[in-house]
């Protein structure tokens, strides 16, 4: 289970970075990819694992609501495909920090759910890729970085080896002040 926002992009390269990820999914990991094309599969992570599907009920939904009901949505730009040690292939926002505060103010909230499980020491806010070739994907992006968009809605998603589905979104900024 994550919690993360689809970009939202803006101009012509709306329909681009979803079919590319769908793609390398389906070729490397294909019990990633949803059976609906509403669960995006471009996206930041925020918090996962999170609470197992079985857990979630109104109160966690209604907790979740009113947190991202209080976040502005906000801009920000996909600069650089990147690669993790392993060869993780990632798409970098130029300004990393509104994800990374948005993920640790999560993990102080549900502090049994720390971000990757606690695997790794720092959190790098990305859209994964898979495990594809870094060139590739530059060829296959065509120079269309940077990507401009928007995080103004937030979906909790299950994701495991047999399904993915989302279970919730959330807008951003419904009850942010001016």
């Given at each position: ?64 609501a ?10 920000f730009?996909?600069v ?18 509104p ?23 720092e959190?790098?806010?990305h ?9 590739d ?42």
């Amino acid at each position: 289970m994550i919690i993360g926002p689809p970009p939202k992009f803006h101009g012509t390269r709306d329909n681009l970075l979803e079919p590319l990820v769908r793609a390398n999914l389906a070729q490397n990991e294909p019990w990633l990819v949803p059976a609906d094309s509403a669960t995006v599969c471009a996206h930041f992570t925020l918090l996962g694992p999170f609470v197992p599907e079985r857990d979630v009920d109104d109160r966690l939904l209604a907790d979740l609501a009113g947190f991202f009901a209080a976040e502005r949505p906000f801009t920000f730009e996909l600069v650089d495909v990147r690669s993790f040690p392993g060869g993780m292939a990632y798409l970098a926002p130029g300004t990393p920090e509104p994800f990374r505060d948005l993920t640790t103010r999560l993990a102080r909230l549900y502090p049994a759910w720390p971000p990757y499980g606690g695997a790794f020491d720092e959190v790098v806010p990305h859209v994964s890729l898979g495990a594809v070739d870094v060139v590739d994907v530059r060829v296959a992006l065509g120079g269309s970085l940077p990507m401009r968009a928007c995080a103004d809605e937030a979906h909790l998603t299950s994701w495991s080896r047999t399904s993915v589905r989302t279970l919730a979104r959330f807008q951003l900024g419904t009850a942010a002040p001016e």
